[in-house]
């Protein structure tokens, strides 16, 4: 009899079961209106990426100087051909940001996934040898962390020569500390609760408990600090592009673009915005995402 | 979401009212809502709200606080977290003062040393430039309480103020809010979920479950003869008279967000619980010179019948 | 508050120690001999080759020419600039003013226009401003200032005319470098509209390297705000009858700004990472131009000495913010 009357209330009550975690968190994140906004964008751009080669009017790389520097389409002699005109060398700028959507987004993850890898893997270490080994690798991070960003990347490019590549390696070593720092708390946190002393007592192997049990408790954070990351490293790699030392022309990446564009800036303002606008929307579109993720896996935020 | 409704209550002048109920049971809301401070976006829908006369919820924001810090004031649970921890105690003490008192400094200086020495703090005077962190918990309730009371309030309002303190120093603490009560004939509603605290100190006492009232009268009366079952529950619940060495407990927990109960919000953990009782909220209604909200209350001569007219299905207390 | 101080100095010396090895093996790890490397691209003859080799200790173990790096770079020797042959330290004293005005006027613009929306958003919270400021500094944290700065040349200096192109004071003026700020020397030179125009060059180089550090510090502010707000000493403040200004400005303001405290001191690296890029637009001389050249020079000492003194001067600037934490906060100036 007690425990049927214990169950009693939950048929009375009509809104009784709180709702599944996944549409939970869909439902935090959907509330978040510019997080779905950054979420639309991105997936817009990555559709352009993919797609560039049917979707670009123009090859980004053949030059046509009879054309160079028209305006877009609705000013003066501009022609819908050329929808948001051409450059000093007469390329199609519509068909180089479309390209260069694929170089920024490609250089977004491939930095943030080198960054997790090593970063995950460094901070685990540290967190779990814990000692000498903890104390150097925390202090390179600090020395990493205390050199402004771009004037470390500009040293390692220095050392390594300019380039896409060497340019991307000097982001992922840039947002690094990142990666460890977050890694290394979690593990320290979590090795101390119960669950994983459980799994030690009951014989899981220092590998297993880290990415069986440590792992997958900090994947929130580290989604959000990955989303957070490829707008830093869309951000910095075109920095190095727009000081000549990242990709190099013709590439179609963004920074680039705008290096070429600099000295137009009095004649032809298209050369120099669209570029630009095109990397701050990228950006912002990953920052809103970030943003939304945090708040929606965040509970301590959750009101 | 309502935290509290149908909250009903009068104090008169120099009155102590116990408030007792489990964690989350509304009794804190309740007077932060009398205080004005439910937090966003908490909002107060109360068809009265007076205090010494005057309406509180026609007067505005500026007239409010003149009262509120002055004629009405509150100390907290956490006394160490309840003071700003960038500033020092003379300071947040003597703030009240020049406020509402409009003393100047010295004189608001003077004062303080005094409040400090009434609550029992040693050397005052070097206290005064103390950051609440530097003082033990006890020492800053102390500090609270002289707040409160600096400009000798009509009403203060103690919303828990011995829980987070040591076992030796909440018999202090009571003892001192007990005196300064006489001293200066102030009412004071003692909030606890201690039914201890309560028969120590108050003379009126209100029971509230789940943001509602479920029994209301005199201290004497409600020990002696309890009549909402809740209460019964709650003074069963005493170490003191529990029998045969084991301590009673109220099964089941307090309706969350998610499981109020349609009938009697008390219900489901009810040992005479009825199909009625389970359907329809009861009214809070006179009883006994005080107050009830429930179907059966302990000391009705035709309870029983009316149990049985409305089939038990009640739950074993547990004992 | 001496101990506090002396624990994060202690802290702070492996992090130096560890710059000096990346500012040391620069020039070791560029592909290449170093002395080429240090000679530039005109070569040199192979007499000179072995005595700068004897001079500079490259016939050395790689632990004692790291020994005599340190000493010299402990007697403020720093090397000698490829191009100029000037000395690095040199240089750098010239330059480093400029990009002192320009970062305080940025930092200031941030500050004077970060704080008070951070502290209204977070008061007036999901009203229409809260959404704005939101919105607004989140696109401030995503810009790329690069851009930033070109088009904000093309809208003022091109289409409206309103503020010169580039550099940091008209070519009409020369000021004699007294204290090397342009605004306070072209003050002190008594030539008329020098001030102004100082002041004129100053304007669109301040909103550029300003506006992360602005965007940062009203999103920090208001977070750290929000969470003011919900504590249990803002309820006994209101609960005082306190007006509503004096809980905001006084009690949740004092509380609320030694986070943001530390983020305007973690801002001082994302203004040299900005300094940079905006003195390149700019043609603004200073050091983040300074280095910029030297990297396309193959000017390495200078790049070594200016990651060292740029280093030091961050961690410098990070210790001064740790010791202000600790004063404002009395938390901690008491405890440790």
Not at chain 2, 266 to 274: G, N, V
Not at chain 3, 161 to 190: A, H, K, N, Q
Request: proline share 6%.
């Amino acid at each position: 009899m007690t425990t049927e009357t214990m169950e009693a209330p939950a048929v009375t009550a009509p809104t009784a079961t709180p709702p599944h975690p996944l549409r939970e968190f869909w439902g935090y994140f959907s509330a978040n209106r510019g997080a779905v906004a950054g979420l639309a964008v991105i997936v817009a751009v990555v559709l352009l990426a993919v797609f560039a080669d049917v979707l670009a009017p123009h090859s980004p790389y053949i030059t046509d100087t009879t054309i160079a520097l028209k305006p877009p389409f609705w000013q003066e002699g501009g022609s819908i051909a050329y929808p948001l005109g051409t450059d000093p060398i007469g390329r199609d700028i519509l068909s180089r940001l479309i390209y260069g959507a694929r170089l920024s987004l490609l250089i977004g993850i491939i930095v943030v996934t080198v960054s997790i890898v090593f970063g995950t893997i460094l901070g685990l270490i540290a967190g779990y040898v814990r000692g000498m080994t903890e104390i150097a690798i925390m202090r390179l991070m600090d020395i990493v962390l205390t050199l402004p960003s771009l004037l470390l990347a500009i040293v390692i490019v220095a050392i390594l020569g300019p380039g896409l590549i060497n340019s991307m390696m000097a982001v992922a070593l840039v947002i690094l500390p990142h990666y460890v720092r977050l890694a290394r708390a979690a593990v320290i946190t979590e090795t101390s609760k119960d669950y994983v002393m459980a799994a030690r007592v009951s014989g899981a192997g220092a590998l297993r408990l880290m990415f069986k049990e440590v792992l997958p408790n900090c994947t929130a954070p580290l989604i959000v600090q990955a989303s957070l990351g490829i707008s830093t490293a869309i951000l910095d790699a075109a920095a190095l592009g727009f000081l000549g030392l990242g990709a190099q022309p013709p590439s179609p990446e963004w920074g680039t673009m705008l290096a070429d564009a600099r000295e137009f800036v009095l004649r032809a303002w298209w050369v120099v915005t669209f570029p630009g606008l095109a990397i701050l929307i990228t950006v912002l579109a990953f920052n809103l995402l970030g943003d939304g993720l945090r708040d929606a896996l965040d509970p301590k935020l959750k009101r | 979401m309502r935290a509290v409704d149908g909250v009903s209550l009068k104090l008169e002048e120099g009155e102590v009212l116990g408030v007792v109920g489990e964690s989350g049971s509304g009794k804190s809301v309740t007077m932060l809502a009398l205080m004005g401070l439910i937090p966003f976006p908490g909002r107060v829908k109360a068809d009265k709200l007076a205090f010494n006369g005057r309406n509180l919820l026609t007067i505005s924001d500026r007239e409010r606080r003149k009262l509120t810090g002055k004629d009405v004031a509150m100390i907290f649970q956490e006394p160490t977290t309840s003071l700003n921890p960038s500033f020092t105690i003379g300071f947040q003490l003597t703030e009240t003062l020049r406020l509402h008192e409009g003393m100047d400094r010295k004189a608001a200086r003077r004062r303080a040393i005094e409040l400090l020495e009434q609550v029992g703090i040693p050397s005052p005077e070097s206290r005064l430039s103390a950051y609440p962190h530097q003082l033990s918990g006890g020492m800053n309730q102390r500090v609270m309480i002289a707040m409160a009371i600096a400009c000798n309030p009509k009403l203060l309002i103690a919303d828990e103020p011995t829980t987070a303190l040591d076992v030796t120093i909440q018999a202090q603490i009571l003892d001192l809010l007990m005196t300064l009560q006489k001293e200066r004939n102030m009412a004071l509603v003692m909030i606890t979920h201690n039914m201890g605290v309560v028969a120590d100190t108050a003379q009126r006492v209100m029971v509230m479950y789940a943001g509602q009232i479920m029994e209301e009268r005199s201290a004497a009366d409600l020990f002696a003869s309890p009549q909402h079952p809740y209460t019964a529950a709650l003074l069963a619940a005493l170490p003191e008279r529990s029998e045969g060495g084991r301590l009673a407990t109220i099964p089941g927990v307090v309706p969350g967000l998610y499981d109020r109960p349609k009938g009697c919000l008390f219900s489901p953990r009810c040992a005479y619980a009825t199909e009625h009782s389970r359907n329809v909220r009861p009214a809070l209604r006179p009883w006994a010179g005080g107050q009830i909200r429930c179907h059966y209350p302990l000391g009705d001569p035709e309870r029983d019948a009316h149990i049985k007219k409305d089939h038990l299905v009640g739950t074993e207390a547990a004992s | 508050m001496i101990r506090f101080i002396l624990t994060r100095l202690s802290l702070l010396i492996p992090t130096f120690i560890g710059i000096t090895l990346v500012a040391f093996f620069l020039i070791r790890l560029v592909p290449g001999d170093p002395i080429e490397t240090m000679a530039g691209e005109r070569g040199i003859d192979a007499a000179r080759h072995e005595q700068l080799k004897k001079e500079f200790g490259l016939d050395q173990p790689l632990l004692v020419q790291y020994g005599i790096y340190i000493g010299r770079v402990l007697q403020g020797d720093l090397g000698k600039s490829i191009v100029t042959r000037e000395s690095v330290l040199t240089e750098f004293q010239n330059l480093f003013p400029a990009t002192v005005e320009l970062g305080v006027c940025a930092i200031l613009f941030a500050l004077v226009l970060g704080i008070p929306a951070g502290i209204l958003a977070a008061v007036r919270r999901n009203s229409i401003f809260d959404h704005g400021v939101m919105g607004l500094s989140l696109t401030g944290y995503s810009m790329p200032i690069f851009w930033w700065g070109l088009i904000l040349i093309l809208l003022f200096s091109v289409q409206l005319g309103w503020t010169p192109v580039s550099g940091r004071i008209d070519v009409l003026y020369y000021i004699e470098p007294v204290t090397g700020f342009l605004l306070i020397d072209s003050l002190m030179s008594e030539e008329e509209g020098a001030f102004l125009s100082a002041l004129e060059h100053l304007i669109l180089p301040t909103i550029v390297l300003g506006t992360v550090p602005l965007a940062v510090i009203a999103r920090m502010t208001r977070s750290a705000m929000l969470e003011v707000l919900g504590e249990d000493y803002i309820r006994t403040a209101k609960a005082k009858g306190l007006s509503r200004f004096r809980v905001i400005a006084l009690h949740a303001l004092r509380n609320a700004m030694i986070p943001v405290v530390t983020v305007i001191g973690l801002q001082v690296g994302v203004l040299f990472t900005g300094a940079i890029l905006t003195e390149t637009i700019f043609s603004w001389p200073g050091i983040g131009k300074w280095l910029i050249e030297a990297i396309f020079r193959r000017d390495y000492p200078v790049l070594q000495g200016g990651l060292l003194l740029v280093g030091a001067i961050v961690m410098s600037v990070n210790l001064l913010v740790d010791l202000t934490y600790g004063l404002i906060n009395p938390r901690i100036r008491h405890t440790r």
